[in-house]
């Protein structure tokens, strides 16, 4: 058995050098590593395309809304929707759910704002109160005052976001509400001063776009358009990042540079086509560059959807620029209509009823209108527009007390406005104050030449007609022997 054994055994191979057995062995894992690749290539040519492993799943529309809501930044219309739609179903099995009511009438302010349809405002306060009657919390103070503000009405809006702060004075959303509605009441120390508090509180995107707005009304204007480029390269969502760059497109706008603003805007809807404000403010832009057939589509896709008087009348506006008297008076049919919407729903457009019928209707109504909302809410904006309508009224006096107020940094007046400056070089000129009237009316056109193709017009003609004009007036003495100093 044993001889067998060893006949059947294989013969010994001869003895391989060590250098030998290398080579051999490398060409073997070489062959292997080909052939492995080979059949890794197939199998991975045959299974579907699959995103890296590290990234995160996307979340939900609804959610991505909700983070953007609680967080008091923009969110797009798609997510707002499927955000409410999420929110009334969870309310109708636990409608004892407090929180769930403050975001839903927080989303129904935003859906409201962001379409300009009123109707969502009436829901809005309803969920907010109810939120109230459950648990008093700062999360439905804060959407009461961002309803308010939504709204035009920024007494409450003051009321309720200072309720809110005294409740919880470290959330830092309710400082944004607070600051609109300090500015709309024309309290600009107050906001620069809640400003102050919000950066001690919270940084990022949403606190560098609110500071942009405060030092645009201060008229700092390059550090207004530092936060804003700072806020648009932060933002986390395309909706958010897309109202950033339309608020830099409205400052490169007032500043006159016709170029950049129509970039920021154009981007901005490109980000987010439900950004309507761009939309408008593309038409403005486009206008100012002789694109008016564009500037006239631009407008009507904007009011389209969100119908706002204001882009009413900047488009009637552009028509009887243009000649197009019909046309023009079929676009403020409309902003009477949308006033009339925007009424039902508890919001106030008197301002733009005032700037409206100072122009183009009657300006004693303008007066009559405008008179209430500064009694109510004496904002720059409510200032100049009274002054403006007191000028067309034939009440130039008084006209320039309120034109000075919109223009005066010591009222809060320094934002760098070319038809605030327009306004009153042109009732100066009609008092007979030659001087500081071509003053203000150069300042205008060097703060934006096109800020209106009639009204720039129309300045250009009057520093025309000025001609050349000492830049101050001969020193009268008054009865006491004082001279008075020249208005500046």
């Avoid at 995103?51 to 996307?58: C, G, K």
């Avoid at 400082?175 to 709309?184: K, N, R, S, V, W």
């Avoid at 552009?318 to 049919?333: F, K, N």
Wanted: net charge positive; glycine share 8%.
């Amino acid at each position: 058995m044993e001889n067998q054994a060893t006949q059947n055994r294989p013969k010994e191979l001869p003895q391989e050098r060590p250098e030998e057995r290398r080579a051999r062995l490398h060409g073997r894992v070489v062959i292997a590593a080909l052939a492995g690749c080979a059949v890794l290539g197939t199998v991975l040519m045959l299974l579907p395309a699959e995103p890296p492993a590290a990234r995160a799943p996307a979340p939900a529309p609804g959610a991505q809304a909700l983070t953007a809501v609680t967080a008091g930044v923009p969110a797009a219309l798609p997510d707002l929707a499927a955000l409410i739609g999420e929110r009334e179903s969870h309310l109708r099995g636990h409608p004892g759910d407090a929180e769930s009511w403050a975001v839903l009438g927080t989303a129904y302010v935003e859906q409201g704002r962001r379409t300009a349809d009123t109707a969502f405002y009436p829901k809005a306060e309803d969920a907010l109160r109810t939120s109230l009657k459950v648990r008093r919390s700062a999360g439905a103070l804060g959407g009461l005052a961002a309803l308010a503000n939504a709204r035009r009405d920024f007494g409450a809006a003051r009321t309720w976001a200072e309720a809110a702060r005294r409740l919880e004075p470290k959330r830092w959303t309710t400082y944004p509400a607070l600051i609109d509605a300090y500015t709309g009441l024309g309290d600009y120390k107050a906001a620069h001063r809640t400003l102050e508090r919000l950066l001690e509180l919270r940084s990022g995107p949403a606190v560098m776009a609110r500071a942009a707005a405060v030092y645009r009304d201060r008229g700092w204007r390059e550090d207004a358009a530092a936060q804003l480029s700072d806020a648009a390269a932060g933002a986390r969502a395309p909706a958010e990042r897309a109202a950033y760059l339309e608020r830099a497109g409205q400052l490169a706008w007032e500043r006159g540079d016709r170029e950049n603003a129509l970039r920021y805007f154009q981007e901005a809807v490109r980000l987010d086509p439900d950004q309507r404000a761009a939309q408008a403010g593309q038409g403005r832009a486009l206008a100012a560059l002789g694109r008016t057939t564009e500037a006239l589509n631009a407008y009507r896709m904007a009011f389209a959807k969100q119908p706002l008087p204001q882009y009413a009348l900047e488009l009637g506006e552009l028509y009887e620029s243009l000649g197009l008297g019909q046309a023009a008076r079929v676009q403020y049919d409309l902003l009477r209509a949308a006033a009339e919407r925007a009424a039902a729903g508890g919001a106030d457009e008197e301002l733009v009823l005032g700037q409206f019928e100072a122009d183009h209707g009657e300006p004693a109504a303008a007066v009559r209108r405008l008179r209430a909302e500064w009694r109510r809410q004496p904002g720059i904006a409510v200032a100049d527009a009274l002054g403006w309508a007191l000028h067309r009224a034939g009440a130039d006096q008084e006209a320039l007390r309120y034109a000075r107020i919109a223009t005066d940094k010591a009222h809060g007046g320094g934002v760098r406005s070319a038809p605030y400056a327009y306004h009153l070089g042109m009732i100066e000129r009609e008092l007979g104050q030659y001087a500081p009237a071509r003053r203000h009316l150069e300042e205008a056109l060097r703060i934006n030449p096109w800020f209106s193709l009639s009204r720039a017009r129309a300045a250009r003609e009057a520093l025309a007609a000025l001609g050349d004009v000492p830049d101050e007036g001969v020193p009268v003495m008054d009865a006491k022997g004082v001279t008075p100093r020249p208005y500046r």
